[in-house]
């Protein structure tokens, strides 16, 4: 029978020291980022309202689903509820947007009053170009540094608009994924407590 051997606690602490690291090297920069705001979205409107953001109550979730649909399309807003998902596991706590028919339905709802997209803008129009230069003053360094800007942004948007009709009359496939492909190439609220953690603390493992 073997013997155990005595572990030193800085031994352990080590460990639990690389285990955070790895946790917080799981998620990309840019994810990492773009959850941490979607978290402080989320607190920032639970501070607002007054709700208890952890755990969240199924009606805090219906209240925060139609917040969003105030300035989001359908499709965004699941993003925003996953970081609440992660949010809970990342506490040791369950998921409350999973199995939960209330919130469910509020997004079937808001998808169909809303839709899946938000409206386009018009684009820049070379009349619209031309009524920008006329209150530019081109003897001036900056005005024509700005000038310069507006005319590579024009005709960069331009061009990538050809090459997505093009390819889009050739493989009739959507013109977004050629502007995808070419760019491949190339909150904070007021202070909140919470079993005597702030809401930056609620985010610390990423």
Known sequence: ???????????????????????????????????????????????????????????????????????????????????????????????????NFQLASTLRGIKRVKGLTVSQKKPITPQILLAFKSHLHLDSPLHATFWAVCLVAFFLASFVRRICYAKDQQSLTHPNTCVEEISSSSMTGPSLSIDGRRPSNLVSAF
């Open 1 to 99: 029978m073997g013997t155990r051997l005595d572990v030193h606690p800085r031994d352990q602490q080590q460990l639990d020291r690389e285990v955070t690291n790895f946790r917080r090297q799981s998620y990309a920069p840019t994810t990492k980022s773009t959850y941490m705001s979607q978290m402080r979205s989320y607190l920032s409107f639970c501070v607002y309202y007054g709700y208890q953001p952890l755990p969240a109550a199924a009606l805090t979730l219906n209240r925060y689903a139609a917040f969003l649909a105030r300035s989001l399309s359908a499709s965004s807003i699941p993003a925003y509820l996953n970081a609440i998902r992660i949010l809970h596991l990342e506490h040791g706590l369950s998921d409350p947007t999973k199995n």
